[in-house]
């Protein structure tokens, strides 16, 4: 598995792939290389030699790619690679995209055909009874008055529930 936090800085791009190649490189040292010298694609013929490459990497095991704060990166030569790989259908290669935001990415495609799953907000949250059980957890002395006060406050986001509960201790 592999992953990567994308920053707002300017060359997240650069970074993703130096990231991403020497993994390749942890995985298959040739295609690794080969991915390196040839840099992030610029242009078709550009990435149809790195889907070549990446098509014939035997990953052993199912490879997660976990891009997570996707939406920091803007960065147009990024979508098109991560959409193409997903049409490419690669063995064993699998995409996690983390992102507040969808507005450039055009994975209508990809719904359709079953390639995508979004994962709702919602999906993400606690429910007030799990958000109880991970307040225990983490302060044995919590009393009932706080545990509300935490639910109402975050609504089940177990981030900002964490926040809250490090400044009660």
């Given at each position: ?5 994308f ?12 990231v991403?190649t020497?993994d390749?490189m942890r ?14 694609p610029?242009d078709a ?18 490879y ?12 147009s030569r ?12 690669l063995?064993?290669l699998?995409?996690l995209?983390?992102?507040r ?6 994975f ?21 009874e799990?958000?109880?059980d ?17 639910w109402?406050?975050?609504d089940?986001?177990i ?11």
């Open positions: 598995s592999f992953w990567f936090t920053s707002n800085f300017r060359n997240s791009e650069t970074a993703f792939w130096e991403f020497d390749m995985i298959d040292k040739q295609a690794g290389t080969a991915l390196k010298s040839l840099g992030l610029t013929p550009q990435m149809e030699k790195m889907l070549l490459v990446l098509s014939a990497v035997e990953f052993a095991e199912n997660l790619m976990v891009l997570d704060d996707y939406h920091l990166a803007r960065n990024l979508n098109s690679l991560f959409l193409r790989l997903a049409q490419e259908e063995g064993g699998y995409i995209l983390i992102t935001d969808t507005t450039d990415l055009d209508v495609e990809l719904l359709s055909r079953g390639q995508c799953r979004l994962l709702p907000r919602q999906l993400l949250k606690f429910t007030e799990e958000l109880w991970y307040c225990r957890m983490m302060l044995e002395n919590i009393t009932d008055s706080d545990q509300k006060k935490v109402q406050y975050t089940g986001w981030s900002f529930a964490y926040i809250i509960l490090l400044g009660l201790e």
